[in-house]
């Protein structure tokens, strides 16, 4: 009996990490307690974002629709069923789209809840990148790091993997590889990365008005100061798609390799990432936040969190002395 | 303001009942000599009536240009705060906390001008409920940027909020086995102790109550050391709802402004 209390405790206070913070009180952020703060304001933010009034109306069905198009049937099926459950139950629907997504937020943040609230976060994205995006458009031919590919939310979910309260961190020369280990990190870092590329290089992105067509596109409805830097940013690309394609992919490849370099290098193109998912943002139109039917920021701000988890240290990060925000100590 | 009227609803009633447990803060503080941010309810009082109203026109309890005063008046007020907490004590902490108000401030500065500006435009045959989106007085990244900023401390607030538990059992217990009654706290202050003495249960009964550092010399309400509020005197009031009534108004102040976008 006491054997399946402590069982049921056990399990509570994995979930919870409750056992843990009452027992050990609190300890000023680490690197990677910061970066998962960052991950849940942005969460927090997407929260927020789903109850502007757009979101409850049909509309927003007919944005999620609209992910199918190019997408094989295997996977345009599940998004359109989705698409038209929301759209019938478009109040309901969103209200719970966006209580949760403001869960996870003030989860993440809250330590007690941490794990519990970046494991949702895995499932919630994964079911979101499928059912919402599309898998970010990736299968359609049409995808573009510069219009959002491999969609936001991937990367939320690939965030909450690389950021997980391990019970026991690895030593790694970066924030990143203290739950997966080095090695895994870096694996993850060359498919993002190299992912990019290969998508920059897609069929619509290396026509010649491709980019330029996609950037202008992004910057309608946006405010002034912003929808000038993205009709400048076109105007330059306009009938040089190709070339930008081709050395948007390269810089991408080499961010790619380049964490896999000695640290100074990898320094160089950990801040060249920083950089490029900064220049993203903006071609993106700060995701449409300013627009008023924005779902969240888009990937510019993902990518700058991702590469920042991956920043050299001058010292690899030793194996944690103790438990983490919302880990248990070993009794 | 646009938005479905029944999340209106909710958050004004969200924004009310915060106003009343900011305002029984205030008196209870009052009546028992317990220290806390006085000027942080006052202002949380305010502000939630204030945002209700905005939410829900028909909760406006001001004449026109009032809020202004009042939110302009608060915004000098923990301006001059933050200053000085960074002149005397360079402490990010305390710096952040002074800040998060000053920035709360401005932003319902900012979304009372914008409505006002929007009822001005209405009245002369402008779009009147949606004159919000792309109505005159409006300037989108700067409600972003407060939008941001907000949600950013309401993070940063949710993350201590566990910092508090430790050093309630610990302050409980430092008070217990001092056997010392707070000093300014008269009678109310020796029934407080008293009611301590009784141990961890006691700690846990009166949990939310006491924050070990936010103590009366230096009002800010987290952080991670037990030890200066024991012997600073009476406990703050209860600084886990108090971060719980600012993550409320953070995440309603940032709807707020998204919706002004």
């Known amino acids: 009996m006491s054997e399946a209390t402590a069982t049921t405790s056990s399990a509570a206070g994995w979930l919870t990490g409750a056992a843990a913070t009452s027992r050990e009180g609190w300890a000023a952020p680490d690197s990677r307690r910061r970066l998962q703060l960052i991950l849940a304001g942005i969460w927090l933010l997407d929260g927020v974002l789903q109850l502007q009034s757009f979101m409850f109306t049909r509309g927003f069905s007919q944005m999620l629709a609209g992910a199918a198009s190019g997408n094989p049937a295997v996977i345009a099926g599940p998004v359109l069923w989705s698409a038209h459950l929301v759209g019938q139950h478009a109040v309901v629907t969103n209200a719970i789209f966006a209580a949760v ?14 794990r519990l609230a970046l494991g949702a976060s895995i499932a919630w994205a994964l079911a979101v990148w499928w059912l919402g995006e599309g898998l970010g458009g990736v299968l359609t031919g049409s995808a573009s790091p510069v219009n959002g590919a491999p969609g936001a939310v991937i990367l939320y979910a690939l965030a909450a993997v690389l950021l997980w309260p391990s019970r026991r961190d690895r030593p790694a020369p970066f924030t990143a590889g203290r739950s997966t280990g080095p090695a895994a990190a870096r694996l993850l870092w060359l ?8 998508l920059a290089l897609q069929p619509e992105a290396r026509s010649p008005r491709g980019l330029s067509r996609m950037i202008s596109g992004m910057a309608a409805g946006e405010p002034g100061w912003l929808a000038s830097a993205g009709r400048s940013m076109s105007q330059q690309l306009s009938g040089r798609g190709l070339e930008a394609a081709v050395a948007l992919a390269v810089v ?42 924005a779902t969240d920021p888009n990937t510019g701000p993902l990518l700058a969190l991702l590469a920042l988890a991956y920043w050299p240290r001058r010292d690899a990060e030793p194996a944690a002395a103790g438990p983490g925000p919302g880990e248990r100590r070993p009794t | 303001m646009t938005g479905p009227s029944w999340l209106a609803g909710a958050l004004a009633c969200i924004m009310i009942a915060t106003s009343i447990y900011c305002l029984n803060r205030l008196l209870i503080s009052w009546r028992r000599h317990q220290p806390t941010e006085r000027d942080v309810d006052a202002v949380h009082v305010l502000m939630g009536v204030a945002m209700a109203g905005m939410l829900v ?14 939110f302009g008046t608060a915004t000098a007020w923990f301006a001059w705060r933050a200053i000085r907490g960074l002149s005397r004590r ?18 319902m500065l900012y979304m009372l001008l914008t409505l006002t500006s929007a009822g001005a435009a209405a009245t002369q045959g402008v779009s009147a409920a949606g004159a919000m989106p792309g109505g005159p007085g409006r300037q989108p990244t700067l409600a972003l940027a407060f939008a941001v900023a907000l949600l950013g401390y309401v993070i940063w607030t949710a993350d201590r909020l566990t910092s508090p538990a430790t050093a309630t059992a610990t302050v409980a217990v430092a008070v217990a086995g001092a056997g010392a009654a707070p000093t300014d706290g008269g009678g109310t202050g020796g029934s407080r102790a008293r009611h301590h003495r009784s141990g961890p249960a006691s700690a846990a009964e009166y949990g939310h109550r006491v924050s070990g550092p936010a103590s009366a010399a230096e009002p800010g309400r987290f952080g991670t050391s037990a030890a200066p509020a024991a012997q600073a005197g009476p406990p703050p009031l209860s600084p886990r709802l108090a971060a719980c009534c600012e993550i409320a108004m953070g995440v309603t102040m940032g709807y707020m402004l998204i919706m002004m976008l």
């Open chain 2, 57 to 70: 026109p028909r909760l406006q309890v001001f004449w026109a240009g009032g809020w202004e005063v009042v």
């Open chain 1, 252 to 293: 991408l490849a080499v961010i790619a390799v380049g964490i896999y370099l000695p640290r100074p290098v990898a320094r160089t193109a950990v801040t060249v990432a920083i950089a490029i998912a900064g220049a993203l943002w903006v071609a993106q139109g700060l995701g449409g936040l300013l627009a008023g039917s």
């Open chain 1, 101 to 114: 997504q403001l869960l996870l937020g003030l989860g993440i943040a809250w330590r007690p809840a941490l």
């Open chain 1, 191 to 198: 498919a993002l990365w190299g992912g990019l590329a290969y």
């Open chain 2, 90 to 107: 360079p402490d990010s902490r305390q710096h952040a906390h002074h800040l998060q108000h000053l920035i709360a401030c401005l932003a």
